[in-house]
């Protein structure tokens, strides 16, 4: 077959790593993974959970996954900057944390924890809650 010049042009794509404690986790991952349709409108093209396919690359008792986002269908993602792409607050977070951190001090044991203040990822809403116990 003679080659005709035609080029198959794809997009890049960016992978994010997402570790869990497999305990911590309501519904482990099964199977491979699974791909999102475009349908959905989300960034992500998919995810593998990795622990399941490679077995041997995760500690005993821990999850891997392995989130894709971007390709043909998010080329943009590619301009954006790790922290833009894992952490999805929107402008202002750090503004507004320090305002409800100042009028937390005068409520003696109270705290605020969870994802939607210091890290969408179950590690950061972790290390928070840690600064606390």
């Known amino acids: 077959m003679d080659f005709d010049g035609t080029i198959v042009i794809g ?11 497999t305990e911590d986790l309501a519904h482990p991952p099964r199977g491979f993974g699974i791909l999102v349709p475009s349908r959905e409108g989300t960034p992500p093209l998919g995810m593998i959970a ?6 041997n690359h995760t500690p005993e008792g821990h999850t891997l996954a392995t989130a894709m986002m971007g390709g043909a269908r998010a080329p943009a993602i590619l301009d954006q900057t790790d922290e833009a792409i894992t952490e ?3 402008p202002g977070h750090a503004k507004r944390l320090a305002a ?7 409520l003696s044991g ?9 890290g969408v990822s179950v590690g950061a809403a ?6 606390n116990a």
């Open 11 to 21: 997009g890049g794509v960016a992978v994010v790593q997402l570790g869990f404690r």
């Open 100 to 106: 409800i951190d100042e009028r937390l001090r005068s």
């Open 88 to 90: 999805q607050y929107t």
């Open 110 to 118: 109270l705290a605020l924890k969870g994802n939607s203040y210091r």
């Open 50 to 55: 990795a622990s399941n396919v490679f077995p």
């Open 126 to 131: 972790v290390e928070d809650a840690l600064t």
